[in-house]
């Protein structure tokens, strides 16, 4: 543990800051896993809209990298799309 107040401090906030990021990342990985296990297009759709918010909002709190959201969008919208009806 460092021994400077201020250290001490940015040590607390870090590890707030990397619970909150671990959090985050499991609720994406699981928004995701719910589109690839959707059966029907309907469904897809529904589970693909919460995906899309929570990789908007990875990126805007610079969890993930922008190409990375776009990356698994895509993918994900070409999955949607292959479902039958």
């Known amino acids: 543990?460092?021994?400077i107040k201020n250290q001490i401090k940015r040590a607390l906030t870090n590890e707030k800051r990397a619970d909150r990021n671990l959090a985050e990342?499991?609720?994406l990985k699981t928004a995701?896993?719910?589109?690839?296990?959707?059966?029907?297009?309907?469904?897809?759709t529904v589970a693909?809209?919460?995906a899309y918010?929570?990789?908007?909002e990875s990126v805007t709190s610079n969890i993930h990298h922008r190409n990375?959201?776009?990356r698994e969008k895509s993918r994900l919208a070409k999955f949607?799309?292959?479902?039958e009806a």
């Open 1 to 3: 543990m460092a021994n």
């Open 25 to 27: 990342r499991s609720e």
């Open 32 to 44: 995701i896993k719910s589109v690839r296990n959707a059966s029907t297009k309907e469904e897809g």
């Open 48 to 50: 693909l809209s919460k």
């Open 53 to 56: 918010k929570l990789l908007d």
């Open 68 to 70: 990375y959201a776009k």
């Open 80 to 83: 949607v799309n292959s479902l």
